[in-house]
T-cell receptor, first 115, second 112 residues
């Protein structure tokens, strides 16, 4: 069965410093992986998506993630944090083994950006 | 294009009351989903519908029922609400050939 583990429940960075949010996945086949962001009291917005094309995926707002099969990881990075990046981030893997896409969410990482 | 819409945005119920959460999408998507979000637990799948007329249980279906009324609409019903169902509920949809989900704005439900 597919699963994802977000290794940090909370991450704090200073504005202007790099962001690293870690995600490991477990999948019996080549997975599709996603990162979503949720700002306080808002819905979920897709940041980026990996579907077996390029292993380095660029998303919105300067975020990118690298798919590393050997490490079963899909970490999210951004070179320079902005105050507006403060939000909760979810790593997601899709599971199509039943013939219909289902999505398994990680437990989330809350990013705090310090001025 | 409104995308995925949900009603109501907020609701307070007493234990034992019933209610239906409504979801509609105007993107002609076949698949629709209901999730609940609780602190520290991410989103957990309650029910999903691969197409009009079909529904399947997800990870946490107990205490809920769903109806896929037509291709656009997918409702979630709580027959006898319990405090454990206090949560934020999200509806989502996607096309079968494109596995990106689109989410509604959520319904914040409190059961007293």
């Amino acid at each position: 069965a597919q699963s994802v583990t977000q290794l940090d429940s909370h991450v704090s960075v200073s504005e202007g410093t790099p962001v690293l949010l870690r995600c490991n996945y477990s999948s019996s086949y080549s997975p599709s992986l996603f990162w979503y962001v949720q700002h306080p009291n808002k819905g979920l917005q897709l940041l980026l998506k990996y579907t077996s094309a390029a292993t380095l995926v660029k998303g919105i707002n300067g975020f990118e993630a690298e798919f590393k099969k050997s490490e079963t990881s899909f970490h999210l990075t951004k070179p320079s944090a902005h105050m507006s990046d403060a939000a909760e981030y979810f790593c997601v893997v899709s599971d199509a083994t039943s013939g219909t896409y289902k999505y398994i969410f990680g437990t989330g990482t809350r990013l705090k950006v310090l001025a | 294009n409104a995308g995925v819409t949900q009603t109501p945005k907020f609701q307070v119920l007493k234990t034992g009351q019933s209610m239906t959460l409504q979801c509609a999408q105007d993107m002609n998507h076949n698949s629709m989903y209901w999730y609940r979000q609780d602190p520290g637990m991410g989103l957990r799948l309650i029910y999903y519908s691969a197409s009009e007329g079909t529904t399947d249980k997800g990870e946490v279906p107990n205490g809920y029922n769903v109806s896929r009324l037509n291709k656009r609409e997918f409702s979630l019903r709580l027959e006898s609400a319990a405090p454990s169902q206090t949560s934020v509920y999200f509806c989502a949809s996607n096309r079968p050939t494109l596995d990106t989900q689109y989410f509604g704005p959520g319904t914040r439900l409190t059961v007293l």
